[in-house]
């Protein structure tokens, strides 16, 4: 009888933990960002450790070595989609060993990836965001015996939800970069907006009047309104902690019951309805690009196969030779 090969041993190591500390702070990626590429680089040193019986050493590793994971994930059956975050992990580590001087290329360069299904982003229609935007109001508004069990509903929090969701859709922010909004980002006379987006880049982008004032009406109702760099959104009505993107996703949850949507729908899908209702109206592509803050313009091009769509559907509704 074989003996089983040893269990792998806490992986520590110091390019790996250099890698990390880069994303934080030189890069400013998410939280999320961190934490998925960390699980990633972990995953494949203890694959590589069970595989060979041996610490991955990352200046000789080669094409083969990710080859064979690739395989292996294949047999674990592995979606496309995770696949591809796990190798695009691998990259962004590789190139900064690579300007650390620790390999010369890129063992994984022109690798053959499972290339995932493009899906189209999931939105709201106009009508459907006038009845989200109105579903903290609601909620506030119902009788004592239809509101929601636990604690009650106060005033305040309502209209910092207003003020959240409006915001959200008047710039069309992520998550993070809502939560991260200090008072000193905001320019009320110019209806300016200023966001820290991905690798800790900034950019100016317009807010609504309706935002602005649901903003300021949220304001008025805390015993003391934030100042300065404290942060706009508040987790409660009276520390200055910032609201988190976990809290605000609970929050759209109830919302989205009351509004008789899908609860299932994420905060990001408010972002996804704000650049549709841009391009539905005539904005054009590189002015929604740069209002997203998106790197490349083939990331928003996704949101042309939405508005694409939907007028193939229009024609075949309507015309009689469709």
Same mark, same amino acid.
């Given at each position: 009888?074989?003996?089983? !090969?040893?269990?792998? !041993?806490?992986?520590?190591?110091?390019?790996?933990?250099?890698?990390?500390?880069? *994303?934080?702070?030189?890069?400013?990626?998410? +939280?999320?960002?961190?934490?998925?590429?960390?699980?990633?680089? *972990?995953?494949?040193?203890? @694959?590589?450790?069970?595989?060979?019986?041996?610490?991955?050493?990352?200046?000789?590793?080669?094409?083969?070595?990710?080859?064979?994971?690739?395989?292996?994930?294949?047999? &674990?059956?592995?979606?496309?989609?995770?696949?591809?975050?796990?190798?695009?992990?691998?990259?962004?580590?590789?190139?900064?060993?690579?300007?650390?001087? *620790?390999?010369?290329?890129?063992?994984?360069? &022109?690798?053959?990836?499972?290339?995932?299904? #493009?899906?189209?982003?999931?939105?709201?229609?106009?009508? #459907?965001?006038?009845?989200?935007?109105?579903?903290?109001?609601?909620? *506030?508004?119902?009788?004592?015996?239809?509101?929601?069990?636990?604690?009650?509903?106060?005033?305040? +929090?309502?209209?910092?939800?207003?003020?959240?969701?409006?915001?959200?859709?008047?710039?069309?922010?992520?998550?993070?970069?809502?939560?991260?909004?200090?008072?000193?980002?905001?320019?009320?006379?110019? %209806?300016?907006?200023?966001?820290?987006?991905?690798?800790?880049?900034?950019?100016?982008?317009?807010?609504?009047?309706?935002?602005?004032?649901?903003? #300021?009406?949220? @304001?008025?109702?805390?015993? &003391?309104?934030?100042?300065?760099? %404290?942060?706009?959104?508040?987790?409660?009505?009276?520390?200055?902690?910032?609201?988190? !993107?976990?809290?605000?996703?609970?929050?759209?949850?109830?919302?989205?019951?009351?509004?008789?949507?899908? !609860?299932?729908?994420?905060?990001?899908?408010?972002?996804?309805?704000?650049?549709?209702?841009?391009?539905?109206?005539?904005?054009?592509?590189?002015? +929604?690009?740069?209002?997203?803050?998106?790197?490349?313009?083939?990331?928003?091009? +996704?949101?042309?196969?939405?508005?694409?769509?939907?007028?193939?559907?229009?024609?075949?509704?309507?015309?009689?030779?469709?």
């Amino acid at each position: 009888m074989e003996t089983p !090969p040893p269990a792998p !041993p806490e992986i520590r190591d110091p390019w790996m933990d250099k890698f990390l500390a880069h *994303l934080a702070t030189d890069r400013g990626a998410s +939280v999320y960002t961190q934490r998925n590429y960390r699980q990633a680089l *972990l995953e494949f040193a203890r @694959w590589h450790w069970m595989e060979r019986q041996s610490a991955a050493a990352w200046g000789t590793l080669q094409r083969d070595d990710f080859r064979s994971y690739l395989r292996y994930l294949g047999r &674990n059956r592995l979606s496309r989609a995770a696949t591809a975050l796990r190798f695009s992990a691998l990259r962004t580590f590789y190139k900064f060993l690579m300007r650390h001087g *620790l390999v010369e290329t890129l063992p994984i360069k &022109n690798l053959s990836l499972p290339k995932a299904p #493009q899906r189209l982003p999931k939105f709201l229609t106009i009508r #459907q965001m006038a009845d989200l935007l109105a579903a903290p109001a609601k909620l *506030l508004a119902a009788p004592p015996g239809k509101k929601r069990a636990g604690r009650p509903l106060s005033a305040a +929090v309502c209209l910092r939800d207003v003020a959240v969701l409006e915001t959200i859709y008047s710039c069309g922010l992520r998550v993070s970069e809502l939560c991260g909004l200090r008072v000193d980002d905001l320019d009320f006379s110019e %209806q300016i907006i200023r966001v820290r987006g991905k690798g800790k880049k900034e950019r100016l982008v317009p807010v609504g009047e309706t935002a602005l004032r649901s903003i #300021q009406t949220y @304001w008025s109702a805390l015993l &003391n309104p934030p100042l300065g760099g %404290q942060p706009v959104f508040r987790a409660d009505t009276v520390k200055a902690a910032p609201l988190s !993107p976990l809290q605000l996703a609970r929050r759209l949850k109830n919302y989205l019951i009351v509004a008789g949507l899908d !609860p299932a729908l994420t905060p990001h899908k408010l972002r996804h309805s704000y650049a549709t209702h841009l391009l539905d109206a005539g904005a054009d592509l590189r002015s +929604v690009q740069e209002l997203l803050g998106h790197a490349h313009l083939i990331t928003t091009q +996704v949101y042309t196969h939405v508005t694409t769509e939907r007028l193939k559907k229009a024609y075949d509704a309507a015309h009689p030779r469709a």
